[in-house]
T-cell receptor, first 115, second 117 residues
Framework: AQTVTQSQPEMSVQEAETVTLSCTYD???????LFWYKQPPSRQMILVIR??????QNATENRFSVNFQKAAKSFSLKISDSQLGDAAMYFC????????????FGKGTRLSVIA | DSGVTQTPKHLITATGQRVTLRCSPR?????VYWYQQSLDQGLQFLIQ???????AKGNILERFSAQQFPDLHSELNLSSLELGDSALYFC????????????????FGPGTRLTVL
């Protein structure tokens, strides 16, 4: 079974600085999707960024980018120019590429942004 | 707004009771997923329906059941409730598989917070 591990329960960053959240996963599949979701205090699950395993290029969405290392099964999220609104729980998630399959989530990293 | 709706937003009930949570997927989405998020935990997959049929089962208790109706809305039924069932229950939907195209993103509803006293 696939597993997703987020080894940092909590992180903090100064406003305007850069922070990297770590995620590793375990799978025997060769093709899959990886996601980072943000959960602010409102509890809404918001998709931040996604990566297809067959793509070597790292995904980027404005201030958010990933470092995808397929061989190492690592998928870290970098947040640049951190803003107060970035404070939230961040969940790394995995799903296989074969059809519509459920997401497997890590336990999350709580990010605090210090003004 | 993801386009996925869930009702009710909050539910408070007593142990031993039965409740029904409702989810309406985004227009046109055929797949519905149910996830449970206990206090300060990640999301655990419960069950998935695709166009009215059960597609996958996760860590769903026998006291829990679900169904998807012809209009594609889904209901999650929780019975013989215990204190440990208190959690945030999310519904998510996704479109029919598009054969390798980017996406298959799951869109999450706002969740139903269940409190069992």
């Amino acid at each position: 079974a696939q597993t997703v591990t987020q080894s940092q329960p909590e992180m903090s960053v100064q406003e305007a600085e850069t922070v990297t959240l770590s995620c590793t996963y375990d799978t025997s599949e060769s093709d899959y999707y990886l996601f980072w979701y943000k959960q602010p205090p409102s509890r809404q699950m918001i998709l931040v960024i996604r990566q297809e395993a067959y793509k070597q290029q790292n995904a980027t969405e404005n201030r958010f980018s990933v470092n995808f290392q397929k061989a190492a099964k690592s998928f870290s999220l970098k947040i640049s120019d951190s803003q107060l609104g970035d404070a939230a729980m961040y969940f790394c998630a995995y799903r296989t590429s074969s059809g519509n399959t459920p997401l497997v989530f890590g336990k999350g990293t709580r990010l605090s942004v210090i003004a | 707004d993801s386009g996925v709706t869930q009702t009710p937003k909050h539910l408070i009930t007593a142990t031993g009771q039965r409740v029904t949570l409702r989810c309406s997927p985004r227009s046109g989405d055929l797949s519905v997923y149910w996830y449970q998020q206990s206090l300060d935990q990640g999301l655990q997959f419960l069950i998935q329906y695709y166009n009215g049929e059960e597609r996958a089962k996760g860590n769903i208790l026998e006291r829990f059941s679900a169904q998807q109706f012809p209009d594609l809305h889904s209901e999650l039924n929780l019975s013989s409730l215990e204190l440990g069932d208190s959690a945030l229950y999310f519904c998510a939907s996704s479109a029919q598989w598009a054969g390798g195209q980017i996406g298959n993103e799951q869109f999450f509803g706002p969740g139903t917070r269940l409190t069992v006293l």
